[in-house]
């Protein structure tokens, strides 16, 4: 049995926690260290039960807190190779900090950990399935446009946890530069409701028991918009569509 709960997803951070019996694993920690505990204790975990930290690319709101939060708690932290070179110096001291490269899976204990690469603006970003042997996870939350590998590692999973960034008509309008509008809507940035719901619509989810709407911007989504377009691809009601927000994420889902 798997379960799943987010500690918080949006621009501000993100921590995602994956528990199969006594293992558990947070991808990314975007939060200080106080706030992180504070939100471990809300799904009612304490920081020392965390079996590992996996990362899944340099931005601050992913690996921010990852290196004061692994030090003061003694967690063994995971990430490729080529963010492991960008934020090395952050890491400088701990004994318990691996690198792999973004096509080879590992195990941390009761868990395979399946990483994927995908096309994002950072050195070497990946995004990840989880397993116990029986269920897949997919997390899937910050990439510009699909790939043929992406659809495949995500192909039959059991959960999805998936970005869904933007409306595009909503970055359009908005006020961000235009520069930065390029980036969040270029082929490295983030993915909109509409291109979320294709990728969506494109995968084998006959095991689909859960999809979760993630990090969504607070400038230029709507919750329900992210689930329209979600729902629409699966021909699902949209109250059926999970949304993990930035300032409680969601709870506890087992699968």
Avoid at 21 to 31: K, L, N, S, W
Avoid at 124 to 152: K, N, Y
Avoid at 216 to 237: F, G, I, M, Y
Wanted: net charge negative; proline share 4%.
């Amino acid at each position: 049995m798997l379960r799943f709960a987010s500690l918080g997803s949006g621009s501000e951070g993100n921590g995602l926690v994956i528990e199969s019996g006594d293992t558990r694993v947070m991808i990314d920690c975007g939060f200080g260290v106080r706030d992180c505990a504070t939100r471990l204790a809300r799904i009612g975990l304490a920081p020392e039960s965390l079996s590992a930290i996996l990362v899944t690319h340099e931005h601050a709101d992913h690996v921010g807190g990852v290196a004061a939060f692994a030090a003061r708690f003694d967690i063994p932290v995971w990430l490729t190779f080529g963010t492991l070179s960008v934020v090395a110096e952050r890491f400088e001291g701990m004994s318990h900090v691996y690198g792999f490269d973004s096509h080879d899976g590992f195990a941390i204990d009761d868990l395979a950990i399946l990483p994927f690469p995908v096309p994002h603006d950072a050195r070497e970003p990946v995004q990840f399935v989880v397993s116990d042997g029986a269920v897949r996870i997919g997390v899937l939350t910050d990439i510009g446009t699909s790939t043929p590998h992406v659809r495949a590692s995500l192909s039959g999973c059991d959960a999805l946890v998936l970005e869904c960034n933007h409306d595009a008509d909503m970055l359009t309008r908005g006020n961000y530069p235009a520069s930065l509008k390029q980036r969040i809507a270029g082929p490295f940035g983030h993915l909109c409701n509409a291109t979320a719901a294709a990728l969506l619509g494109s995968l084998d989810n006959s095991r689909l028991k859960h999809i979760i709407a993630a990090h969504l911007s607070q400038e230029n989504n709507r919750p329900d918009l992210a689930r329209a377009a979600l729902a629409a691809a699966l021909v699902c009601a949209p109250d059926w569509i999970g949304v993990a927000d930035q300032a409680q994420g969601f709870g506890w889902r087992q699968v």
